[in-house]
């Protein structure tokens, strides 16, 4: 009997050891706040060896993030009381993943289209810009002032975004297949397999920033891409219902414009040469 009473309580403690360990691992779980993102976006995001200029570890690898939309994350995540993790994921697959609850937030120079809201939700917006196009210099589009500058064109822009789609207001436009990424779409550039592809102005002054064959250009007023507010607005991301949503808004509403228009100009000089 006393044998079965000491067997029974082992168990009993045993099982409790376990409940407590689940527990903990749940509540490190809840502590965190898994951001993903492409980082591959300068000078929204990108990949680096080290931890300079305030780059965050990238969960599963010996590598670091940087960028514009690392510096939100880590106002976001401190501002939740959590511990930023910063998930690299690509551009198709972020949608699914924080659906499915891999990452909790996507913090990725995201436009919140009307698409997208249908099974996203969205903060408020922690950034605007408009389209401009990245071209090579000395090119016959150097110096265009219109989209319709680029009739006869071979232009591309990212899969899976709007940008891919206002090529189409371009007449007479040679409209190649979207690319996974903008990295690809500079390499494609540089070897001349197309004549520019569209962006956004921060990935245009960085592009041409961190290669001197490579030129923005900017469309006169009226004479550039139709895009509506939420076409050219940047976004935090969200499952369906994410409770966080209000807070994080609060949370944006405490950066102001000029903290903004800083955490830009730092991400445009810090990025990496090499992307």
Request: aromatic content about 6%.
């Amino acid at each position: 009997m006393r044998r079965m009473l000491t067997l029974a309580l082992c168990a009993v403690l045993a099982l409790g050891l376990l409940v407590a360990a689940a527990g903990c691992g749940g509540d490190e779980q809840s502590k965190q706040f898994k951001v993903g993102l492409e980082c591959g976006y300068p000078p929204f995001n990108w990949t680096q060896a080290d931890d300079s200029n305030g780059a965050v570890p990238i969960a599963g690898t010996n590598q670091y993030a940087g960028g514009y939309d690392v510096e939100i994350a880590k106002r976001i995540a401190e501002g939740l009381g959590r511990e930023l993790v910063i998930v690299k994921t690509s551009w198709k697959g972020l949608p699914p993943a924080v659906q499915a609850g891999t990452i909790d937030a996507i913090i990725a120079g995201m436009s919140p289209t009307a698409e997208r809201q249908l099974t996203l939700d969205f903060s408020d917006p922690y950034y605007r810009s408009e389209l401009v196009m990245v071209v090579k210099k000395g090119s016959p589009y150097e110096n265009a002032t219109s989209i319709q500058d680029f009739t006869g064109a071979k232009i591309t822009a990212q899969l899976s975004t709007f940008h891919y789609t206002v090529i189409d207001q371009i007449e007479g436009v040679q409209k190649q297949t979207a690319m996974d990424d903008f990295p690809a779409m500079r390499v494609a550039l540089e070897s001349g397999i197309i004549d520019g592809y569209v962006s956004e102005r921060p990935e245009g002054v960085s592009a041409s920033a961190a290669n001197p064959n490579f030129v923005m250009v900017e469309f006169a007023e009226g004479q550039g891409f139709e895009a509506s507010d939420e076409d050219v607005a940047v976004a935090v991301g969200l499952k369906k219902g994410n409770p966080d949503r209000e807070k994080i808004n609060e949370i944006l509403a405490g950066i102001s414009e000029e903290e903004r228009i800083t955490l830009m100009d730092e991400a445009i000089r810090n990025q990496p040469s090499a992307q």
